[in-house]
């Protein structure tokens, strides 16, 4: 009887303690392992450039190619996660996404990016995931004790390493480096304000957002900062993909902005048919970010798009934003800007 009542107070005790919510990679029982049919090797480093905190770090190196996939995945996933947290480093810009995988087929994303090499630390909770577009949806919930599985993906390498990719998001091709530090479970998930309206308020200690080309975009503490300083001809811009419907019943789109040098902004959203939808507004000089609203009716399609569908923008099937510095294309134009983008926001 007595053996009895010892053991269960061990088990008792071990029931009580934390779970195990830290992957350090300072041992090399660490879990995280090359997609299956996937490109490239995983491997710790000790060497301090690339170590965050402690002794090691996890590096992933690969070649980035058209339609090649690029993950590492990690089979074991904490049932009673709210959130991800975790410190990741790549040896270039890039959009990268946590993926989930369901016991039922159902995919979920959350896209992040990630600037060239500097340490960024990233913070995921499960209302950040959306559901991949290529997915055939179940019950439309993400059920963390469900999950198989997540993912570490490089995007960029997967879709924008073409040759007309290439044009606006420069060669994306070739040998690659990420390295992965610390990475957390989180019992609770990050407090943020919800409304409604906001499509993005910068909240989040990651931007979901891609650049283009010679385009610097960072988060700072009241939105994103953008920045370059190229000669003409480039596009200078950012841009995201929106959930489902992010659009649908509204009027219009309206952007909190500040703009350094005097130009014309452009804002192109891109329907589910392919048509491309555009309008601008002049910024600059501003002393604190402004609200810039455009309305639906004050957008044309764009020449190239005019054949992909019915010839009529459809805010419900929106599934592209993008802002681009429309007065940089031009000779006369400033090459050299910086904005800040406090807010995005629909228009009821």
Do not use: C
Not at 61 to 86: C, M
Not at 248 to 273: M, Y
Not at 332 to 345: H, K
Request: glycine content about 8%.
């Amino acid at each position: 009887m007595r053996n009895w009542m010892v053991f269960g107070l061990l088990t008792g005790a071990l029931w009580a303690q934390e779970p195990k919510s830290l992957i350090d990679f300072e041992s090399g029982q660490h879990g995280w392992l090359v997609l299956p049919g996937a490109d490239g090797k995983v491997e710790l480093t000790e060497n301090p450039n690339d170590v965050k905190s402690g002794k090691r770090a996890l590096r992933y190196s690969y070649a980035a190619a058209a339609g090649k996939l690029n993950a590492i995945v990690y089979l074991e996933p904490e049932s009673w996660t709210q959130a991800f947290r975790f410190w990741i480093k790549a040896d270039r810009p890039a959009l990268f996404a946590l993926s989930l995988q369901e016991e039922s087929g159902e995919r979920w994303h959350a896209p992040f990016w990630v600037s060239g090499n500097t340490w960024q630390q990233v913070t995921i909770a499960l209302g950040d995931f959306l559901l991949a577009e290529d997915t055939k949806p179940v019950n439309n919930k993400l059920d963390i004790d469900d999950a198989q599985g997540i993912g570490l993906i490089d995007v960029s390498a997967v879709f924008l390493a073409t040759p007309d990719a290439a044009i606006l998001f420069g060669d994306q091709s070739g040998t690659r480096l990420m390295w992965l530090d610390d990475f957390e479970f989180l019992s609770k998930a990050p407090a943020r304000r919800a409304d409604p309206n906001v499509l993005d308020d910068f909240q989040r200690d990651y931007l979901v957002w891609m650049a283009t080309a010679n385009t610097t975009i960072k988060r700072e503490a009241n939105g994103m900062g953008v920045e370059y300083n190229l000669p003409f001809p480039y596009i200078f811009g950012a841009l995201r993909m929106l959930e489902p419907n992010a659009l649908r019943d509204t009027k219009g789109i309206e952007i909190a902005v500040q703009v350094k040098t005097p130009t014309v902004l452009a804002v192109l959203v891109e329907e589910l048919d392919g048509e491309r939808w555009s309008a601008t507004v002049e910024a600059g000089g501003e002393s604190k970010p402004e609200p810039k609203r455009l309305l639906w009716n004050q957008f044309t399609i764009t020449e190239d798009t005019k054949d992909k569908g019915d010839g009529k923008l459809n805010p419900g099937k929106i599934k592209l934003l993008s802002l681009i510095d429309w007065g940089a294309l031009s000779e006369s134009g400033p090459s050299a800007n910086r904005w800040l983008v406090q807010s995005v926001r629909k228009v009821k």
